[in-house]
């Protein structure tokens, strides 16, 4: 089982910045349980969508809301990823969720979730 902690949210204005992380922890030896690891966000009355996911190798993939203004990465060997947010606008107002699972796939979603993250709240006043 990999456990999953997100870190990183907040308050900012519009037009600001906030960067996330997630340290994944447990059987992360297991590295096709790690391959994919993305961000999910769910706001109030919405169904959760994927925002951005990452491969193992690198591979990034975004959901066309984040083109431009995200930029996820990770770190292999503190088995952490980060989702770097800039530009942030009120709609990006949502409890942003940390997924592991088998294989990532556009736009920014994470196939077979075998972990979740408890959540982090990001808040954009306009």
């Known amino acids: 089982q990999v456990q999953l902690v997100e870190s990183g949210g907040g308050s900012v204005q519009a037009g600001g910045s906030l960067r996330l992380s997630c340290a994944a922890s447990?059987?992360?030896?297991?590295?096709?349980?790690?391959?994919?690891m993305g961000w999910f966000r769910q706001a109030p009355g919405k169904e959760r969508e994927g925002v951005a996911a990452?491969?193992?190798?690198?591979?990034?993939y975004y959901a066309d809301s984040a083109k431009g203004r995200f930029t996820i990465s990770r770190d292999n060997a503190k088995n952490t990823v980060y989702l770097q947010m800039n530009s942030l606008k009120a709609e990006d107002t949502a409890k942003y969720y940390c997924a592991s699972g088998r294989d990532c796939s556009s736009p920014g979603n994470v196939l077979s979730v075998n972990s979740w993250g408890q959540g982090t709240q990001v808040t954009v006043s306009s």
């Open positions: 447990g059987r992360t030896s297991y590295t096709s349980s790690t391959y994919c």
């Open positions: 990452i491969t193992r190798a690198g591979t990034t």
